[in-house]
């Protein structure tokens, strides 16, 4: 493993049980990913993507093999240690924004800090900083159901972004949105990636995957090409 | 510590389900209401029923002669068994557990003849002979002046201490009775105290009643040595159906009464009596408690069944906030504190409706009825509501549970 390695995985295997059955998901996954790098996921559904995120955002756990976090051995974790790193190393970025409906847009953007157990008038205060960032700082007191997808979007970009994490992992983060505004996302995550950022970004579409450095093309549980090239 | 996090949630919750956690208030205060209400009727009920006792001690008892029913050291059966002066001595010297000991004398009473005149005034009252130790046993309620006390007794005193309807018959309206005089039986009285009945109720004969010094009554009213009847009043920690017990033993001796007659000498004592009612009111309570706590526990089902359903219905909120950092810790204590607040908020309403509802009933009943008073004390109240924090914790606990178990996964998880 390179010091710059952010994201190391070494034969990951995962299965779940499917009634007696075991449904083998990811079958020896061998992936690296470099610190600052900006990188997309793809495959079709039930290669096993989905999956992948679930295991590198430390949302679920994996049978055998490796799982190095910026150096940090992520295997057999706590709960309450696995929320420590989540919070701390990752910022997520959901298809459906997933923004806490009775929250507005500033107190959604520092829901993180909150369970860093920053002050509340600390932690707003850094919110704004944040949700002028992506361009909606006039927008802070309004709740998520005033707001259009890809302004909910950037809310959810500027969440992930509150914790200072090394990794952002967006799991279809333009799914839901038209594809003028799937463009300014994505030049959001450009911009984020510029910072130094390493970024994931699960997708389907073309269009997003053309915008980051490499494509980890995945296929029935194994790593198809950690390059791939879109036939253009 | 106040959290405007978890509040602002918590609230959020409320606004989105009014009619929901309305439901669910009535639930758990419908529990603490009748916990209020029972036992606020049950003490009302209590205080009704021993209010019955008067201001007579309750581990006081009374003991007096019959006839004999068995023939005994030459004697035969149907001998009237009369006390006198010898027997209160042998009583005092001997029974060390008697704290007061009252002889009696009474002259006049149901259905007797005019007995008491003031100038062209007169009635027929009840004349009883008493020690001031009467005033101890049963505590007298004296309206003014002194009940009787040791000078009248050592000095023959002729004073007496007058009830309320032997003031209103024989006095005006405006004439105060005190160092007046009334006749007994040709013999002047000099009136030093008035005396009421505590009771309103059933209290009828006392108003009657003219105490007179015993020594006086027994040398007026040609009674010689001889004592009606005794009450008595045991010291607090003995048992007073034993105390009684070994009276009646020396005073059988005494007066040559057969060890196995049941029926010359008659005794009654208020504490079996109170205790029994005591037992009764035990029993009450305890029925009282099973009924209000089964009551609050199905409140506090109806409270954890609402939060299980609150818990699945933020499945998704839980596993997002898992996937910002959320520990489960904290997804435990947000379920805690909405269940708390749900159980205190519907209790405490319950508890204030439950108290107006006996504060009113106190108003409403009136003073002679059975039940009297009926409250619940500052330490139930207060007490009812740690029941709360207590029960809303139970009713949260397995919905945190539930809540902390969400895994993070659901964040990512599309609903449609």
């Known amino acids: 493993m390179e010091p710059s390695s952010m994201i190391n995985l070494k034969q990951i295997q995962k299965s779940y049980p499917v009634g007696n059955q075991s449904l083998h998901v990811l079958k020896g996954i061998d992936m690296e990913v470099g610190k600052g790098e900006l990188v997309s996921i793809m495959g079709s559904s039930g290669s096993g993507k989905s999956t992948l995120l679930n295991i590198i955002g430390i949302l679920d756990g994996y049978d055998s093999g490796d799982y190095h976090l ?34 507005n847009a500033m107190e959604n953007v520092a829901l993180p800090l909150y369970y860093q157990k920053v002050s509340r008038k600390k932690r707003n ?108 | 510590m106040f959290d405007y996090d978890k509040w602002q949630e918590i609230f959020g919750t409320i606004r989105k389900n009014k009619l929901r956690t309305f439901l669910t208030i009535i639930g758990i205060g419908w529990g603490i209401f009748m916990i209020i209400i029972l036992i606020g009727l049950g003490n009302g009920f209590q205080k009704g029923v021993t209010k019955g006792f008067g201001n007579w001690a309750t581990n006081s008892g009374f003991v007096w002669g019959q006839r004999t029913t068995i023939s005994y050291a030459g004697f035969q059966p149907g001998r009237s068994i009369d006390f006198d002066n010898s027997d209160t001595e ?70 007496a201490v007058i009830g309320k309807n032997v003031v209103d018959l024989l006095f005006d309206e405006d004439e105060d009775p005190i160092g007046e005089y009334i006749t007994i039986k040709k013999v002047n009285f000099q009136v030093v105290g008035l005396v009421e009945p505590v009771r309103n109720d059933g209290g009828e004969e006392d108003l009657n009643n003219i105490h007179v010094p015993f020594s006086t009554f027994q040398r007026a009213f040609g009674y010689g040595e001889r004592v009606g009847w005794y009450a008595f009043a045991a010291y607090e920690h003995f048992n007073v159906s034993e105390v009684q017990a070994k009276m009646l033993t020396l005073l059988k001796e005494k007066n040559r009464i057969n060890p196995l007659d049941e029926d010359a000498i008659g005794y009654f004592n208020l504490q079996e009596e109170f205790e029994e009612i005591s037992g009764l009111f035990t029993g009450l309570k305890l029925f009282t408690w099973f009924v209000g706590l089964s009551t609050l526990f199905a409140g506090i089902i109806g409270v954890s069944n609402i939060m299980l359903i609150i818990v699945k219905e933020r499945t998704k909120e839980i596993g997002i906030r898992k996937s910002l950092g959320a520990t489960p810790l904290s997804i435990v204590s947000l379920i805690l504190q909405e269940s ?77």
């Open chain 2, 340 to 416: 708390v607040f749900l159980s205190i908020v519907g209790g405490y309403i319950a508890l204030i409706i439950g108290l107006l509802l006996l504060d009113l009933l106190s108003n409403l009943i009136p003073d002679d009825s059975i039940i009297l008073n009926p409250a619940v004390s500052p330490g139930i109240a207060l007490g009812s509501l740690v029941l709360l924090v207590i029960g809303g914790m139970i009713a949260g606990i397995l919905p945190a549970q539930k809540a902390a178990s969400i895994s993070p996964i659901e964040a990512i998880r599309q609903e449609n």
């Open chain 2, 90 to 159: 042998l009583l005092l010297s001997r029974v060390r557990e008697i704290r007061y000991l009252a002889p009696r004398n009474r002259l006049g009473g149901w259905r007797g003849g005019n007995n008491a005149v003031r100038g062209d005034k007169t009635g027929a009252f009840t004349i009883v002979g008493d020690y001031p130790e009467f005033n101890k046993i049963n505590v007298q309620n004296l309206k003014k002046g002194r009940f009787i006390n040791q000078n009248d007794i050592n000095g023959y005193r002729k004073v």
């Open chain 1, 125 to 232: 205060s850094i919110a704004l900083e944040y949700l002028d960032r992506v361009g909606l700082k006039e927008w802070a007191e309004h709740l998520p159901s005033e707001l259009s997808g890809g302004q909910k979007q950037r809310i959810a970009i500027a969440r992930a972004l509150i914790s200072d994490p090394k990794v952002i992992l967006a799991d279809e983060p333009t799914g839901a949105l038209d594809s003028s505004t799937s463009k300014e996302v994505m030049e959001i995550f450009k911009e984020v990636n510029k910072l130094g950022k390493t970024v994931i970004i699960v997708t389907h579409e073309h269009d997003i995957a053309e915008g980051t450095d490499r494509i980890i093309m995945l296929k029935d549980g194994i790593i198809l090409d950690r390059n791939f090239q879109l036939a253009s």
């Open chain 1, 70 to 103: 910026a150096g940090t051995l992520i295997k057999n974790l706590s709960e309450k240690r696995a929320a420590h790193y989540r919070n701390k190393f990752l910022g997520f970025v959901f298809q459906s924004f997933n923004l806490l409906n009775f929250k």
